[in-house]
Nanobody, 122 residues
Framework: QVQLVESGGGLVQAGGSLRLSCAASENIARISAMAWYRQAPGKQLELAASITSGGGTDYADSVKGRFTISVDNAKNTVYLQMNSLKPEDTAVYYC????????????????WGQGTQVTVSS
């Protein structure tokens, strides 16, 4: 099965930067969107950033202007550049890739990374 392997998380001081990477183990066909979700302890899973196959991006209000999602197709990797990090950004970050169904009567797929911890100290 397809695997998404995340890396780049860790500990950083407020105001610092991190870049998360999510590498697919193989080419994924019919991708509709890629995204980074995050979940802080005791809180609901939140969509932090997304990018469509056409390149359109969307960000949560809380990260807009600080985070940038991008894709390197040659490396089958999606990135999340996080700048000006705040303690409120502390969470487990999950990469997600969504595909469309190949035909009527079938369903698309959601692939998830294993999660990577980002901790921002004040």
């Amino acid at each position: 099965q397809v695997q998404l392997v995340e890396s780049g998380g860790g500990l950083v001081q407020a105001g610092g930067s991190l870049r998360l990477s999510c590498a697919a183990s193989e080419n994924i066909a019919r991708i509709s969107a890629m995204a980074w979700y995050r979940q802080a302890p005791g809180k609901q899973l939140e969509l932090a950033a997304s990018i469509t196959s056409g390149g359109g991006t969307d960000y949560a209000d809380s990260v807009k202007g600080r985070f940038t999602i991008s894709v390197d197709n040659a490396k089958n990797t999606v990135y999340l550049q996080m700048n000006s990090l705040k303690p409120e950004d502390t969470a487990v970050y999950y990469c997600n890739v969504r595909t469309i169904a190949r035909a009527l009567g079938f369903r698309g797929s959601d692939y998830w990374g294993q999660g990577t911890q980002v901790t921002v100290s004040s």
